[in-house]
Structures are given as structure tokens and as C-alpha cells.
């Protein structure tokens, strides 16, 4: 059984760019947070997706912008893209009705 | 606001002492509470979740308590072993979707 799976794994940019990272949940997993994480913090909560909806936002501009697909998979977009995007970019799934959630590797993103 | 913080930012011990971390939080109408591991350059391992109800809970070596009322919760960890080096995330959900994320302990066995 697969867990959560991201692409790609590393990703340079350059300012003013856009970018897009995909997340496959957890076999059965309905449920996909993303989390961005800079280094030497802890992960600060983008959104949540359920039913294709996204269900909950964090403190993040609208640059930043997500997608579900009826597989469950997600899709997380930065437009115009800051030095300070620079993190690890994490995914979360989890089933509505369970509490714990199951994270990808994540996806190390360099803006220069 | 909800704040987590974790003490000490770094600890490094001998192979085979037994160790404490700290997460302390400001609002104690929490709906969960959940440790993780991360590995350099990896993504998150879930060790422990206690619910809000719960005061504690165990696997294996680890042991994770919860205090609301104080505001705190401690994670244990006996016969620490070189391979328990990682850092160690506190999390915790506030009745919304999202986690809060500690800065994390970052801990180092010496073999």
C-alpha cells in the first residue's frame, strides 16, 4: 500500500515564476492538507481539501492556491513567486473521520 | 491566538538515557494533540495522538502525556538509542481542520 507520495521532490525557480506541486494521498484517504515549512520552523498550515472543496485556509495570500481532483489527488499553485516561498512544501491526507494524519516527503522548493 | 513552543530547541544525550521533551501551548480548547518525527530533508512520522480526553498514551519507548489545564504536554522517550535522533514536532488541533505546529526539538543520541 502506497503512502502519500509528492512531485516532484526539488524544484528551482526563479522570482516572478509559478509553480505547481502534486500530492497523492494514502490509499482510501479523502482528505488533503498542504503545509508549508521553512527551514528550521515547523510547518505552518496552507489549506485543507475535502470533496474537491478547499475546507479551511491558513495566513497565506492568494497566491497561493490548491485543486482536488476526484481521485482525491491535489495539485498546490504558487504564482509569482517571492525568495521568501523557499520550504519544503508538505502534504497531509488523512479520512474525515480519523485524526491521523499521514505525510509525503515533501517537495523542497528554491526560489532564486 | 493559539502559540505552541517547544523546549529545548536542541538536546543532545548519551546512548541509553532517558529523555523529556516539552510542548507547552497558550489555549488549552484543543481537540488533539500529536507528536511526529522528521528525518533531515524528510517528511513527518506520526508517533503519538492523544485525544483531548485522554491524558496519555504509549508505543513502544515513547510515552506522550497531556495536561490541558496546564498547558502542556511532555514526550518521552526511554533507552534512547542513536537511531532515535530526529526532530521531534508537537501538533496540535484547535477544533478546526489544521494542525499548529511546534519549532520542534531537535535531538541527537551519541552512540
Known amino acids: 500500500d502506497a503512502g502519500v507520495t509528492q512531485s516532484p521532490t526539488h524544484l528551482i525557480k526563479t522570482r516572478g515564476q509559478q509553480v505547481t506541486l502534486r500530492c497523492s494521498p494514502k490509499?482510501?484517504?479523502?482528505?488533503v492538507s498542504w503545509y508549508q515549512q521553512a527551514l528550521g520552523q515547523g510547518p505552518q498550515f496552507i489549506f485543507q481539501y475535502y470533496e474537491e472543496e478547499e475546507r479551511q485556509r491558513g495566513n497565506f495570500p492568494d497566491r497561493f492556491s490548491g485543486h482536488q481532483f476526484p481521485n482525491y489527488s491535489s495539485e498546490l499553485n504558487v504564482n509569482a513567486l517571492l525568495l521568501g516561498d523557499s520550504a519544503l512544501y508538505l502534504c497531509?491526507?488523512?479520512?474525515?473521520?480519523?485524526?491521523?494524519?499521514?505525510f509525503g516527503p515533501g517537495t523542497r522548493l528554491l526560489v532564486l | 491566538k493559539q502559540e505552541v513552543t517547544q523546549i529545548p530547541a536542541a538536546l543532545s544525550v548519551p546512548e541509553g538515557e532517558n529523555l523529556v521533551l516539552n510542548c507547552s501551548f497558550t489555549?488549552?480548547?484543543?481537540?488533539?494533540l500529536q507528536w511526529f518525527r522528521q528525518d533531515p530533508g524528510k517528511g513527518l512520522t506520526s508517533l503519538l495522538l492523544i485525544q483531548s480526553s485522554q491524558r496519555e498514551q504509549t508505543s513502544g519507548r515513547l510515552n506522550a502525556s497531556l495536561d490541558k489545564s496546564s498547558g502542556r504536554s511532555t514526550l518521552y522517550i526511554a533507552a534512547s538509542q542513536p537511531g532515535d535522533s530526529a526532530t521531534y514536532l508537537c501538533?496540535?488541533?484547535?477544533?478546526?481542520?489544521?494542525?499548529?505546529f511546534g519549532t520542534g526539538t531537535r535531538l541527537k543520541v551519541l552512540a
Open positions: 497531509a491526507s488523512s479520512l474525515t473521520h480519523q485524526e491521523t494524519q499521514y
Open positions: 501538533a496540535l488541533r484547535p477544533g478546526t481542520y489544521k494542525y499548529i
Open positions: 490509499s482510501g484517504h479523502d482528505t
Open positions: 489555549d488549552s480548547a484543543i481537540y488533539n
